[in-house]
């Protein structure tokens, strides 16, 4: 007869288990960790994570089980009906200390002048389970550090070879960059190559590192965790909006690290949004308001700012008034302007500045399936992205859906470096990508399953981008797929939902037919819009005010009034993520000089010009007059491609993706962070008459930009891939291109 269960009435699934006394249910085939750590019962740890897979290498989760002779790993020995475990008897304390005696035989006495002094798991577990004096007298090992880039300080001495960094680098982020050389006393954690690592994920190993082995290179030696104040803030670089905290002293943002949101980032930080604090204390940065007067920048008060900006608003009212919005701007800041707008009796307002194709008057829309979903897909199809750059914890979702036994197809014009096998690889030119959709190979592929189709940045803001979401759309209706557009913006839904949208022209028309006034809200007008040298062109010739984080070359060309408005870090404020959900960010960093947040400079403004409706004094009042709106979305022209020889297909940089991150000193260092090339399939290169490392010409209607050539088979044919937040190839906007030598 078989044994019967301990708790009968238990789900099936599930087996009872007493740890120090106390009856639990676990899953079967957990650990006895977990059921420990879903009841609060601490078990001392340095290898286990929970977000890793069980290497059970420091020991330190020994402890005593009945029946069993020896002290067992926690972090390794699975549950069983009726066990009885327990963690603080003699034989579990005694194994537990020996195992701290013999982490601390080699690990230098450095506390003082360690960087993850007072927030040290060692640290921390050595006052708890470390001798007073050490019996070890011999030479203590010395291991030689490696530079692995911009980002992570190493000091590999301390290191206990817990290889929570190795096992993170292979199973989250997929690049293999770490791992254990050498054998016995002589092993020591590395990059076999000595490169830096180029994984866009690569600060989270400074937070799985339980020791001071790998630091915040940028944060290092600047404060003490206890000098610091947290803030709850979020990412603002993309649209998943990483939850995250603010680490700030006396009002100065110093380090960022993630906020734990399974549902979102879970406990992972992209490097994009962990470094891009740096930028916030940019040169450049705008921290007084200026007026042009005579072509020469002037410094003055906001009373004669807001009076200069309130003219230009009157003398160019209604249709003749454009205003272009950054798609990372705040709900509140985004309602407000719309409210402006109203006021000034102009439907020409819009935020989608890096969408060319509006024809079918697309708005951002928050996912059809859940973040979380993505790991359970069966399929999933990813449309004209580098989803790895774009949004790199969705990418490391999809490698773990991967892993799960999903399968991945790609319809790309390039084929990207991913770190997942594909099941499926279409490379074509952008024009291409909406018929790969209607392909039947592709559908009999999907159809059947829990599919995903993720529609990214070269597919949204490309010419052809009215016809890939209706091929998206009708692949999704033909198998059942559920399709996610990425919205092209942080806060790109938040803006959609609260009326940041044309009734009359939108951004792309009021650039093309220019109007006589523009307020620009957040932007950096050299870098940021779709067609660079036409939004230029029209800002040049208008008066323009500009709500600014930074007074940079580009925005003191065209602007008439500079009025600076604080970052995120700086102000409270929600963004709405590719969800749908509302998420709040407080204000951590202080507000540089005369800089204010820029809900109040909106409202400031609108006084001036007498307008109804902002009566409110405070951010609580703002919030309180607030509510989502439809507006009726006026659609654009249809697009000209053009006629030239090869198409363009154009993704963000990774580090180029707005103003903060491409003043963020460190990312610019990374080595994913590439010089601006022009990438074209060998056929092309050949016909033009170019070969690896030379220079091209590139030429579109607008502009002309040379670059360095690289020639490459992953490049569809009749297409040259560029990366976009570059000056070199600001002038280069969407569709054809002719391209020669030099």
């Not at 982490?103 to 050595?126: F, V, W």
């Not at 507006?631 to 697009?639: F, K, S, T």
């Not at 088979?713 to 297409?719: E, L």
């Amino acid at each position: 007869m078989s044994a019967q269960p301990v708790n009968p009435n238990l789900p099936p699934d599930h087996v009872t288990v007493f740890i120090d006394g106390l009856e639990l249910a676990a899953p079967k085939g957990s650990m006895i960790i977990q059921a420990a750590d879903k009841a609060g019962i601490a078990i001392p740890r340095f290898c286990y994570h929970d977000k890793l897979s069980v290497a059970a290498n420091c020991r330190m989760c020994l402890v005593e089980v009945e029946k069993m002779p020896k002290p067992a790993p926690a972090c390794a020995t699975p549950v069983m009906d009726g066990m009885k475990v327990v963690t603080r008897s003699e034989k579990a304390l005694k194994s537990q200390r020996n195992v701290m005696e013999f982490l601390l035989i080699n690990h230098p006495l450095d506390c003082p002048i360690c960087d993850q002094g007072g927030e040290c798991e060692l640290q921390d577990l050595s006052m708890g389970y470390g001798r007073s004096i050490s019996r070890f007298s011999e030479r203590k090992r010395t291991v030689p550090d490696e530079d692995i880039g911009p980002l992570v300080a190493t000091e590999m001495t301390r290191c206990i070879q817990c290889t929570r960094c190795v096992r993170f680098t292979a199973e989250v982020a997929g690049t293999y960059e770490l791992g254990g050389m050498y054998r016995g006393e002589n092993l020591q954690i590395g990059t076999y190559d000595g490169k830096p690592l180029t994984t866009e994920l690569s600060g989270n190993v400074i937070d799985v590192c339980p020791v001071g082995a790998l630091t915040n290179k940028v944060f290092q030696f600047k404060a003490r965790p206890w000098e610091l104040m947290a803030r709850e803030s979020l990412g603002y670089h993309d649209a998943l909006g990483s939850n995250l905290f603010l680490h700030v002293r006396r009002g100065e943002v110093l380090r960022t690290v993630p906020r734990d949101n399974d549902a979102l980032n879970e406990c992972w930080l992209s490097d994009r949004d962990r470094y891009s604090h740096q930028g916030l204390y940019a040169a450049d940065r705008a921290v007084r308001p200026m007026v042009k007067e005579g072509g020469e920048w002037v410094e003055t008060s906001w009373e004669q700012a807001l009076a200069r900006a309130a003219q230009i608003l009157r003398d160019n009212g209604a249709d003749r008034l454009g205003m272009l919005v950054h798609p990372s701007t705040s709900n509140e800041e985004g309602a407000l302007l719309a409210r402006l707008a109203d006021a000034l009796g102009t439907g020409n307002i819009d935020h989608r500045i890096s969408q060319v194709d509006l024809s079918d008057a697309a708005v951002a829309e928050p996912f059809a399936a859940p973040v979380a979903d993505i790991d359970t897909a069966s399929t999933i199809v990813i449309v004209g992205s580098n989803i790895r750059h774009e949004l790199p914890l969705l990418h490391a979702r999809i490698r773990r859906a991967w892993r799960n036994g999903a399968k991945v197809h790609v319809v790309n014009p390039v084929d990207f470096d991913f770190t997942f096998e594909l099941a499926g690889r279409h490379v074509v030119a952008p024009s291409r990508i909406a018929e790969t959709l209607a392909d039947s190979s592709l559908r009999e592929s999907i159809a059947g399953g829990d599919a995903i189709v993720l529609v990214g940045a070269i597919a949204e803001n490309g010419p052809h981008a009215a016809r890939i979401r209706a091929a998206a759309r009708d692949l999704a209706q033909a198998t059942g797929a559920r399709v996610c557009r990425i919205p092209q913006g942080a806060n790109a839904v938040g803006l959609a939902r609260h009326g940041v949208l044309p009734t009359s022209m939108d951004a792309q028309a009021m650039l093309a037919d220019p109007r006589s006034a523009y307020v620009l809200y957040g932007i950096e007008p050299g870098l940021d819009f779709a067609d660079t040298a036409r939004a230029m062109a029209a800002l040049n010739g208008a008066q323009v005010v500009a709500f600014s984080h930074f007074a940079c070359e580009s925005t003191r060309a065209v602007a008439d009034v500079i009025l600076p408005i604080g970052l995120l870090p700086e102000v409270d404020a929600t963004l709405t993520n590719l969800e749908g959900v509302d998420q709040l960010a407080i204000a951590g960093g202080k507000l540089p000089d005369a800089a204010r947040p820029g809900w109040r400079v909106i409202r400031a403004l609108a006084g001036e010009l007498g307008a109804a409706g902002f009566e409110f004094v405070n951010l609580a009042g703002a919030r309180a007059s607030i509510a989502p709106r439809t507006v009726q979305v006026a659609a654009g022209r249809a697009v000209d491609a053009g006629q030239g020889a090869l198409e363009i297909a154009m993704s963000p940089a990774i580090y180029r993706t707005d103003a903060i991150v491409r003043r963020a000193a460190a990312l610019q260092s990374h080595p994913l962070n590439q010089a601006p090339t022009a990438h074209l399939n060998p056929q092309d290169a050949q016909a033009l008459g170019l070969e690896q490392g030379s220079v091209g010409r590139f030429a579109v209607a607008a502009g002309t930009a040379k670059l360095p050539v690289e020639v490459s088979g992953k490049v569809a044919p009749g297409t040259v891939y560029i990366e976009g937040g570059h000056g070199a190839t600001a002038p280069l906007g969407a569709g054809r291109i002719d391209a020669g030598r030099v």
